[in-house]
């Protein structure tokens, strides 16, 4: 069992340290007040609040939600879902509304000032609809003061234990007259990923996404740009989980504040995401790989060769996105064209595009087992890869792509971890045990092809069919009033 958060913390604009050219943020409470002995307390969970800085408004903005990604020092991830809206206060310096207005009466008139305030709720399981839900219902409470008691709901959620996997369902309330339904994932090693995988290739497209999946394997640096904060998370997110079964190794802060800017002269790969309004900083960097999500573009410096997947793979690979994102392509040319076929709904559809880059991984490494040396099992297992075995038996000596990733730390990893004979098994261990000769009598078939992503996918969807936010509330909490 697992905690579903770990601390609840309220951030608002400091008004004591306004003297800067930006305002700063500060912790207006915390629940616990002591840190877990487990998880300890994120430090500069004010600058990731507000990533573009703590500023001031003279309008009411709309509250916004986005999921920030902390890793700790033992390269644990912490998720921070941070719920921000607007709160009125008196500016006491006052404003001169206009010429006309300060001639008339003399005086200068107090000013109505919106002022920044974030709740967030960090857990080391990655929930984002459901957290998103939870901190709405206490956004809810609060601004409608309505009469339940907001550390009652907090101390409900931060004491709220779940399943870490294994497809459990766990039916839990805040106390506001809401029930919430978790079903875990069948498996912790998959990705959760929602929509965010298809989300990407509509952003960026077929072609630009591929060469962003190179450069991640390959150990380039990738980053981000984007007006959304939340589309910047969904990105990072999607990229990450297509490398799957291997694990990005590097630094990956899908949102990057103001402050630490200077991350990106990093010498190490990442992957990161920054807001447009800081493209003037981003564009002098020269070894890194610069996606715009909002103008469905990348751009990759003169010096970076980014290898490709070897042919066939990269055509079969091509192909078979097409044909999930773009299913009217093949028939568009018809004079007598059939009903147009109408695509997956979006959960789907991402696991589809999922499916198609789990069979390519199972391509790629298909004998890995047969070149593993199990060296010693105890105390813990040594193992050794031979790849110039694993190269030879491939016909890709040569194969600079290939020869990048089993050079890299995801791939080591991948070894360390899957390497050991007596674990438990997912969804690619199966795939690459059984279905590549599948997939390579496939090659030429379409519709069989097809029709073996479709499987995979359900199997994908299935692991996560619940994990979204179940609620039935009998208060007036979710009136459409306070949430929109």
């Given amino acids: 069992m697992a905690r579903l958060a770990d601390y609840f913390i309220v951030v608002g604009y400091d008004h004591e340290k306004t003297g800067s050219a930006e305002g700063l943020g500060k912790i207006i409470q915390r629940f616990p007040q002591k840190d877990w002995d487990d998880t300890p307390f994120p430090q500069g969970i004010e600058l990731f609040c507000q990533p573009g800085?703590?500023?001031?408004?003279?309008?009411?903005?709309?509250?916004?939600?986005?999921?920030?990604?902390?890793?700790?020092?033992?390269?644990?991830?912490?998720?921070c879902s941070c719920l921000t809206f607007y709160e009125a206060e008196?500016?006491?310096?006052?404003?001169?509304?206009?010429?006309?207005?300060?001639?008339?009466?003399?005086?200068?008139?107090?000013?109505?000032?919106?002022?920044?305030?974030?709740?967030?709720?960090?857990?080391?399981?990655?929930?984002?609809?459901?957290?998103?839900?939870?901190?709405?219902?206490?956004?809810?409470?609060?601004?409608?003061?309505?009469?339940?008691?907001?550390e009652s709901l907090i101390a409900n959620l931060c004491s709220c234990l779940v399943p870490a996997a294994g497809g459990s369902q766990k039916l839990f309330s805040l106390g506001a007259g809401d029930r919430q339904l978790i079903q875990t994932p069948l498996h912790d090693s998959l990705p959760v990923t929602s929509t965010s995988v298809a989300l990407l290739f509509q952003q960026l497209g077929i072609q630009n996404v591929l060469s962003l999946f190179c450069a991640v394997l390959t150990e380039s640096k990738v980053l981000f740009h984007s007006a959304s904060f939340q589309?910047?998370?969904?990105?990072?997110?999607?990229?990450?989980?297509?490398?799957?079964?291997?694990?990005?190794?590097y630094p990956y802060i899908p949102i990057l504040p103001a402050q630490l800017l200077e991350v990106l002269s990093s010498p190490t790969p990442f992957i990161i995401g920054v807001h447009s309004i800081f493209c003037a900083d981003i564009h002098e960097l020269l070894d890194v790989i610069i996606a715009d999500l909002d103008g469905g573009t990348i751009k990759i410096p003169e010096c970076i060769h980014l290898s490709q997947l070897p042919e066939p793979l990269l055509h079969q690979t091509q192909t078979a996105l097409s044909l999930i994102l773009h299913p009217d392509l093949e028939m568009a040319d018809y004079a007598f064209p059939p009903p147009r076929t109408a695509l997956s709904h979006s959960k789907m559809l991402d696991k589809e595009v999922r499916a198609i880059f789990l069979r390519l991984f199972a391509q790629l490494f298909q004998g890995y087992r047969s070149c593993l040396q199990l060296i010693r099992i105890h105390a813990e297992p040594v193992i050794h890869f031979h790849k110039a075995a694993f190269l030879g038996q491939r016909g890709l000596i040569e194969n600079d792509f290939l020869t990048k990733i089993l050079n890299g730390m995801a791939f080591a990893g991948f070894v360390s971890e899957r390497g050991p004979p007596y674990r438990s098994c997912d969804l690619f261990d199966e795939l690459v045990a059984f279905e590549v000769e599948r997939i390579k009598a496939e090659e030429g078939n379409p519709p069989k092809m097809m029709k073996h992503v479709r499987e995979l996918a359900e199997q994908l969807f299935k692991n996560?069919?619940?994990?979204?936010?179940?609620?039935?509330?009998?208060?007036?909490?979710?009136?459409?009033s306070s949430l929109n």
């Fill in 53 to 79: 800085g703590w500023q001031l408004s003279r309008e009411r903005k709309q509250p916004t939600f986005f999921v920030v990604v902390l890793t700790d020092i033992d390269s644990e991830r912490h998720y």
């Fill in 90 to 150: 008196i500016n006491l310096q006052g404003t001169k509304e206009t010429e006309g207005e300060e001639e008339e009466s003399g005086l200068i008139q107090p000013a109505e000032v919106f002022a920044p305030k974030s709740l967030v709720l960090v857990s080391r399981l990655d929930y984002p609809e459901i957290f998103r839900a939870c901190l709405g219902l206490i956004y809810t409470v609060h601004v409608e003061s309505l009469s339940v008691s907001l």
């Fill in 231 to 249: 589309r910047l998370s969904d990105a990072c997110r999607a990229l990450e989980s297509l490398m799957f079964p291997l694990k990005y190794s």
């Fill in 464 to 480: 996560v069919s619940l994990l979204y936010p179940c609620m039935y509330c009998t208060t007036e909490c979710f009136s459409n």
